[in-house]
């Protein structure tokens, strides 16, 4: 079973994975957890380094009693001295799955195309399938009702793959969902038209707009992402801190959604204060202390930030399972 875009998942098929997820954390949890993936080896391809991402699938294919073999931005001749076809294809010999996290959606469409086992995208531009289902999963660990029922706002650069994938996630699952994002930054047109087909069949609400307020009110999570993706380049900054200052989460903002046990909702890596290079850099250029969240926010208890963290190892122990058990 491929996992390259969140679309790849009908509504039985991705509740199936959060039950999955949570009956394996629950296992984990009390130490009775069953090994399924004995003998089986998986490749991570990585072209943009990672923390989460990568140390998700180490632990969870360890603790299914699996292997992993990490090929980081250095470690392979991907895309140099070998075509992604011919990469795909020595891999698919040698391992029964391929993670692969990078830039262009095209190179994990083309790994599934030619490996010959499954693939499942770990990040591209383009999408972020297993983080929205580790998303989905905290919002239902946080919230007492059906996840059709769930109002989530997205607050930032709609166009990014996170805001991408919780969009036609939500749509899919029949949530309400709302991005909040200037005009410019905006989901693209093709992905709203998606969510919105998605949309028809599930009886999810959606909604595009650039006005924070009037996304965020009645939301029960407000999410947000970093400004700037990586490998876009540092000069982004300019443009992107005028233009989101206006969308990043304060206690102000949560205090206008008008709900009491609303939640903050980060992918990380954040900018929530001057303790990185990032945060000090942008401190010294544009004389702010945080990017999209404050560091009130990100430290408050309404922040289920590493929830959500944890339960990608969870999700994506449960994609490989799914994929490769049995």
């Known amino acids: ?36 993936l004995g003998g089986r080896n998986i490749a991570l391809v990585f072209e943009k380094n990672s923390t989460r991402t990568r140390c998700a699938f180490e632990v969870a294919v360890a603790d299914q009693g699996g292997h992993t073999t990490y090929l980081g931005p250095e470690g392979s001749h991907l895309g140099r001295e070998e075509s992604v076809a011919d990469t795909a294809r020595v891999l698919g010999r040698l391992y029964d799955g391929i993670a692969f996290r990078g830039y262009a959606q095209d190179t994990v469409e083309q790994f599934a195309r030619h490996a010959g086992v499954p693939v499942w995208n770990a990040l591209t531009d383009q999408w972020h399938p297993t983080q929205s289902l580790a998303d989905i999963l905290t919002m239902t660990e946080h919230y007492d009702g059906a996840v059709e029922d769930i109002a989530l706002c997205f607050t930032g650069d709609g166009r990014d793959n996170v805001a991408r994938s919780l969009l036609v996630t939500g749509a899919l ?113 544009f004389g702010i202390d945080c990017a999209e969240v404050t560091e009130e926010v990100f430290e408050s208890k309404r922040s289920i930030v590493f929830d959500q963290a944890e339960n990608r190892m969870h999700t994506i122990k449960a994609v490989l399972v799914r994929a490769l058990e049995g």
């Open 1 to 36: 079973m491929n996992l390259l875009r969140d679309l790849d998942l009908d509504k039985p098929r991705f509740l199936d994975l959060l039950a999955l997820a949570a009956q394996l954390k629950r296992d984990k949890e009390r130490g009775s957890e069953v090994a399924r």
């Open 173 to 285: 699952l029949g949530m309400d969902v709302r991005i909040a994002a200037p005009a410019g930054l905006q989901p693209p047109p093709d992905v709203v038209a998606a969510a919105e087909d998605a949309a028809r069949s599930s009886g999810a609400r959606l909604l595009v707009t650039d006005s924070l307020g009037e996304a965020v009110r009645g939301a029960d999570f407000v999410y947000t992402d970093v400004w700037v993706s990586m490998g876009e380049p540092d000069d982004a900054w300019a443009e992107r801190v005028p233009a989101l200052l206006p969308y990043r989460v304060t206690e102000d903002v949560l205090a206008a959604g008008d709900r009491s046990g609303v939640r903050f909702m980060h992918c990380l890596p954040a900018i929530h204060n001057r303790g990185t290079a990032i945060g000090a850099r942008l401190h010294e250029q």
